[in-house]
């Protein structure tokens, strides 16, 4: 083991890419062009992505081989290490064993480099010389202006102002990379001046710095765009992530019962679940997959399956997912990358047709579980993570209660070392929940595009 990470050896890396299309029980919805309502063609994407993420974006075809050079960049610091939380087990006293791979061990400290160093390799392929993207917490920029300095690619963020001002260290990061940051909403688009001009003091939200990193790639021949979750192309890329985990638990001689992620765009969940599933899906055993989300932007638990836009601006095309409403702000808490209005495309339709659950929590438990984490375990998890800490702590207590032991696995998708404002703020006593906006999300969803669902 210790012989191979010094060797950066990729033999040991998955070869492929796992495509859970090939093996779903029901087929995809189309996605739809937002001017005509019709089913889009590759032809219609071609000025934002290059062509090989396209056809991936499309294929449903089971296995997609990782190219080289990809997969070199992924031996930095893949495979990533599944761990059992034994400490964590006893402090519980629950009879549950609790599995956790762990991402935050990648340069960015996040899962992100998983497809952000696939894009970055797919763009430089295409020519392409520069990428304009958005990001909440600001993992995503992190992740992929580590990847434009790995292949060569000018990258520009528009980050989330909320993050922006929360988070200061994740934007020297990026800086440190190469990358421009600037905060969104932005006066260096037409839509960022236009919401400013509108509402000066807007937190911002990833739809509309989405819709901002959108304007930029279209305006420039240069630039392509690129998104960090959400799409199908981007839960492909996180499959190694999932593919280890089976091998890592056969490793250990046990199989999980139930497998926990948080979900903001649903890329995480997917990357650890989707090659569990797959299994399930062609005839193998069933486990409980639960994804978990914030209160303050539960789109799988309170939001509609329904056609929706991507961003804010209603630039993107038309998909059918969990929605919020692409105009819903949600509260400023700490979890940034868990606040889109939307849900991946295929992870929605699976919750849907109920091969997966999902769960909403506050921040304060979920800090909470971060911090005995952090204590019993050792790693300071990510603000994101905690959530998916939370459901795992609560199944472990679970099964003391029920008496009926389980194996929990659960994704550790990032380190919190540039949260440590939202910890302290935990431990003073200063951080609050906010309470579900309803209203705002029956106004939000009252704009939704009247697309037939049928
Ligand atoms: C971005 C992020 C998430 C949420 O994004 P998904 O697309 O749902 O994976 C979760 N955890 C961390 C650490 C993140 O950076």
Known sequence: MERTKFLLDEDRLPRSWYNIVADLPVPPAPVLHPGTGQPIGPADLAPLFPMALIGQEVSAEREIEIPGPVRQAYALYRPSPLLRARRLEQALQTPAHIYYKYEGASPAGSHKPNTAIAQAFYNREAGARRIATETGAGQWGSALALAGAMFGLEVKVYMVRASYDQKPYRRILMETYGAAVVPSPSPTTE?????????????????????????????????????????????????VVGQESIEQMALAGEEPDVIIACAGGGSNLAGLTFPWLGRTFRGGRRQRVIAVEPEAAPSLTRGRYAYDFGDTARLTPLVKMHTLGHDFVPAPIHAGGLRYHGMAPLVSLLKDHGD????????????????????????????????????????????????????????LSGHGHFDLSAYEQYLRGSLEDYEYAAEEVDRALAALPGVATG
């Open 191 to 239: 839509y960022g001046r236009r919401v400013l001009a509108e509402h000066p003091d807007s937190p911002g939200s990833l739809g509309i710095a989405i819709s901002e990193a959108v304007e930029d790639a279209a305006g420039r021949d240069d630039t392509h765009y690129s998104l960090g979750s959400v799409l199908n192309h981007v839960l492909l890329h996180q499959t």
């Open 356 to 411: 997966i659950e999902a769960r909403a929590v506050h921040q304060l438990p979920s800090f909470a579980a971060g911090i005995q984490f952090a204590r019993t375990e050792g790693i300071l998890p990510a603000p994101e993570s905690t959530h998916a800490i939370r459901v795992a702590i609560d199944e472990a207590l679970e099964a003391r209660e029920s008496g009926e032991p389980r194996v929990i696995l659960f994704n």
